[in-house]
């Protein structure tokens, strides 16, 4: 079975650019979350989709973070314009239905890098 | 809201020592505890989970771990630490209490194990 897949795996911008991060889950997972890894800190959830649905953004910094899942397969995270406490790694996990025992299946992640 | 707190950013061990790396939640009821693994340059992946019933778990790599309700902690333990245990270990909590399942890690507790 395929894991999570994440790309690109390394991103270097400079301040106030554009990125955006892809993410292709395990095949017939339902949830896709999005988190935020800061340096030396544990994972914040940033945007929760089941299907192409969104469950919780609470903690997506709108002004510059979107996130979308049109088909409810992949997924795309864009930071527009970025600032240097963007730096960090960009995590994707995927899970099969949307209850709270249900096991997360993490991507490798894509380190951001603002200069 | 809920919270996860991780106690010690650093823990280390000689090889072959007893593995205890603490975790304590705050939560208005008990929640789904989840323990994740990551090693470098890796995605996270489930060492184990707590969601109802026998409240010592077992879960990979002899690792196992304690839901204590009156104490609200889930501690991980291992009774002789490998090398390979080297890591970053993450306890989580997803709490059932709002309707929708958000998960919260800990800061996170780095494993260091020396010969």
């Known amino acids: 079975e395929a894991g999570v897949a994440q790309s690109p795996r390394y991103k270097i911008i400079e301040k106030r650019q554009s990125v955006a991060f892809w993410c292709n889950p395990i095949s017939g997972h339902a949830t896709l979350y999005w988190y935020q890894q800061i340096l030396g800190q544990g994972p914040k959830l940033l945007i929760q989709?089941?299907?192409?649905?969104?469950?919780?953004d609470s903690q997506l910094p709108k002004d510059r973070f979107s996130a979308e899942r049109l088909k409810g397969v992949d997924s795309t995270l864009k930071i527009q314009p970025a600032k240097l406490e963007d730096s960090a790694v960009y995590l994707c996990?995927?899970?099969?239905?949307?209850?709270?025992?249900?096991?997360?299946?993490f991507g490798p992640g894509t380190r951001l890098t603002v200069l | 809201a809920q919270s996860v707190t991780q106690l010690g950013s650093h823990v280390s061990v000689s090889e072959g020592a007893l593995v205890l790396l603490r975790c304590n939640y705050s939560?208005?009821?008990?929640?789904?505890l989840f323990w994740y693994v990551q090693y470098p340059n890796q995605g996270l992946q489930l060492l184990l989970k707590y969601t109802t019933g026998a409240t010592l778990v077992k879960g990979i790599n002899g690792f196992e771990a304690e839901f204590k309700k009156s104490e609200t902690s889930f501690h991980l333990t291992k009774p002789s630490a490998h090398m390979s245990d080297a890591a970053e270990y993450f306890c989580?909590?997803?709490?059932?209490?709002?309707?929708?399942?958000?998960?919260?890690f800990g800061r996170g507790t780095s494993l260091i194990v020396h010969p």
């Open positions: 939560s208005s009821v008990p929640p789904y």
């Open positions: 996990a995927s899970s099969l239905g949307l209850a709270g025992f249900d096991t997360q299946y």
């Open positions: 989580a909590v997803s709490d059932p209490s709002g309707g929708s399942y958000i998960p919260t």
């Open positions: 989709f089941q299907n192409n649905g969104v469950v919780d």
